[in-house]
Every structure is written in C-alpha cells, then in structure tokens.
C-alpha cells in the first residue's frame, strides 16, 4: 500500500471549516483514498473514501486532486466533538481476499477549539 | 447500520492466565475480521486477518500462538491472548470489512487490557 504523508497536528476554530491534508504522491491507480478518525480511547471511525472524483456525505468532503497525488478531508463546520486523531489511508480496494488491510500511520491531532 | 461490538470493554487479569475478547458484527455479515493493538500514544498496529472458517494470518512478529484467533462464524471472531503478561496490556481492537462491497471496514470500541 502507498504511503501517506499528514502533518501531525492541526487547530481549529469551532464553527470553521476544518481541512486536512494528506499526500500520497505513490498511490496506485486502484488504490482508494480511506479516512478514519479516532476520538481519544474509542475504535477508530469510517468518514469516507474516494477513488478519483471528489466525494461527500453527512460527516465530511474528499477532495482528491486531478493527479490523485493528494487529497483533503475537509469538516465543514467543525465541533468540540471532531476532536481527534484523523488517518489517510490508501488501500487497494474491492471485496473478496484477505489483503484488503488498513495500515494506520501517525495521522493528524486535530484540535478543535472553542 | 454496520455496528461492531467488542466484549469485554475491559478486563484486568493476572500474569500467567488467558483473556479472550469477542468481536461481533451486529447488523451484516463480515467474511473479514481484523485485529488491531494499540499501545499509549501510539497508532494502531494490525496483528492478524482472519476469515471465516479459515486460519489466520498473522503480521510479522505477532505470535500466533500467543494470540489465538478463532473466527467460527460470519459475525464473531475472538482473540486469546494466553499465558498474558504485563507487556501484552495493550488496547485491543477489531474491525470487520463488510462483504460483497468497496471494502469499508468498521471498527469495535476497543478491549483495553490490563495485566497485572
């Protein structure tokens, strides 16, 4: 699976959009963009994936750019409550077989303040 | 919908005993499981794949003797961490990749671990 690059921590404003950036300039064409956030001392929480265009639902925006090479996550009205850990993950994906594994790297704090 | 659960949240046990943890999928059907362990301040490392009705597959340095894997039906799985010592206290977590799609996987609560 690529690599993916993210800062290790970011601040917020309650209210404000919050973005986050993820580079992953090795992806491979099948390879999907996955988020997942983890709120302190909880299992981690599907946000959303994308393979090419740009995807969104109830909790969150991906923008993935046209080159694939990076994406951001993007909050649109963060809350005390997105306090957490964010990971970028890039997976092969598709069903069937047991290699579709999630490798969780440092991801990025982000802190939403008051 | 796709709910995880993980039983026990947490559990304290003494060194030289066995502890087993239960992962269900509450509302599909996983034919994947996967078992994470996160140590403080720390992500998570993947300890093993297991599907249904088959062995495990275990990540490089994880014993598998150690940590003992059944994955008996489409929507539970179990970990035993036998013969536990004090460095095995760990938060344990488990995923289930949902069947026949994309491939999303959700995560259990977490077991958090403490060997005594």
């Known amino acids: 699976d690529a690599k993916t690059t993210q800062p290790t921590s970011m601040d917020c404003a309650e209210g404000r959009a919050a973005n986050l950036p993820c580079n992953h300039s090795t992806i491979s064409g099948n390879e999907y963009v996955y988020w997942y956030r983890q709120i302190h001392s909880q299992g981690p929480q599907y946000i959303i994936h994308?393979?090419?265009n740009n995807e969104t639902n109830e909790m969150a925006s991906l923008i993935i750019t046209e080159d694939r090479k990076s994406s951001t996550l993007i909050l649109p009205h963060a809350t005390l409550r997105d306090t957490a850990v964010y990971y970028c993950?890039?997976?092969?994906?598709?069903?069937?077989?047991?290699?579709?594994?999630?490798?969780f790297g440092k991801g990025t704090l982000l802190t939403v303040n008051p | 919908g796709a709910v995880v659960s993980q039983h026990p949240s947490w559990v304290i046990c003494k060194s030289g005993t066995s502890v087993k943890i239960e992962c269900r999928s509450l509302?599909?059907?996983?034919?994947?499981m996967f078992w994470y362990r996160q140590f403080p301040k720390q992500s998570l490392m993947l300890m093993a794949t297991?599907?249904?009705?088959?062995?495990?597959?275990?990540e490089q340095g994880v014993e598998k003797d150690k940590f003992l894997i059944n994955h008996a039906s489409l929507t539970l799985s179990t970990l035993t961490v036998t013969s536990a010592h004090p460095e095995d206290s760990s938060f344990y977590i488990c995923?289930?990749?949902?069947?026949?799609?994309?491939?999303?996987?959700?995560f259990g609560p977490g077991t958090r671990l403490t060997v005594t």
């Open positions: 297991s599907n249904e009705g088959s062995k495990a597959t275990y």
């Open positions: 509302d599909f059907q996983a034919t994947t």
């Open positions: 993950i890039v997976r092969v994906g598709g069903s069937g077989g047991s290699n579709y594994k999630l490798t």
């Open positions: 994308g393979l090419k």
């Open positions: 995923s289930a990749r949902v069947a026949g799609t994309i491939g999303e996987q959700y």
